[in-house]
T-cell receptor, first 115, second 115 residues
């Protein structure tokens, strides 16, 4: 079974530029998550989708971050404009459903460096 | 708000040693607790998941215990090997409140096992 796919794996941009990340979850998984992991910290949930609807985006900086999951499969996370403090690894995860008993499977992440 | 703390932040041991990683959480009303492993440039791999009603889980050389009332969990690694070198993350899911079912991570313990 294929795992969670993410691209690109690495991205270097200058501040105030825009960037987009892509995630393809495990086939059939209804729930998709985006996490931000700053160096030396644990992952922090940014947004959770159930199919193509947003369940939780309480920690998403909506003035610069946006995410969508059209057709309830792939998802993109965008940052516009980027700030230095956005440098982090962005992890995508998926689960069959969104409840606490459903295990989340993580992708390899996209490492973003903002100069 | 649930806070998860991991001690120590980093640990370096010679091959063959038995070691203990610690995780503490502030809200004992958890649904379950999970230990993950993170290798550089890769996503998170689930190691052990302990339900709130359980006291411990074992997988090979790994044993995780849970003391929900005191808000603590330990991950015991027996006969450590260089291949165990990675960052180990503890995460809990709350059983109540606005963060119900969400994963809250600790900052991780960086483990280095040298030959």
């Amino acid at each position: 079974e294929a795992g969670v796919a993410q691209s690109p794996r690495y991205k270097i941009i200058e501040k105030r530029q825009s960037v987009a990340f892509w995630c393809n979850p495990i086939s059939g998984h209804a729930t998709l998550y985006w996490y931000q992991q700053i160096l030396g910290q644990g992952p922090k949930l940014l947004i959770q989708f159930q199919n193509n609807g947003v369940v939780d985006d309480s920690q998403l900086p909506k003035d610069r971050f946006s995410a969508e999951r059209l057709k309830g499969v792939d998802s993109t996370l965008k940052i516009q404009p980027a700030k230095l403090e956005d440098s982090a690894v962005y992890l995508c995860a998926s689960s069959s459903m969104g409840g606490p008993s459903n295990e989340q499977f993580f992708g390899p992440g996209t490492r973003l460096t903002v100069l | 708000k649930q806070e998860v703390t991991q001690i120590p932040a980093a640990l370096s041991v010679p091959e063959g040693e038995n070691l203990v990683l610690n995780c503490s959480f502030t809200d004992s009303a958890i649904y379950n607790l999970q230990w993950f492993r993170q290798d550089p440039g890769k996503g998170l791999t689930s190691l052990l998941l302990i339900q709130s009603s359980q006291r411990e889980q074992t997988s090979g050389r790994l044993n995780a215990s849970l003391d929900k009332s005191s808000g603590r969990s330990t991950l015991y690694i027996a006969a450590s090997q260089p291949g165990d070198s990675a960052t180990y993350l503890c995460a809990v899911r709350l059983a109540r409140g606005t963060s119900y079912g969400k994963l809250t991570f600790g900052q991780g313990t960086i483990l280095t096992v040298h030959p």
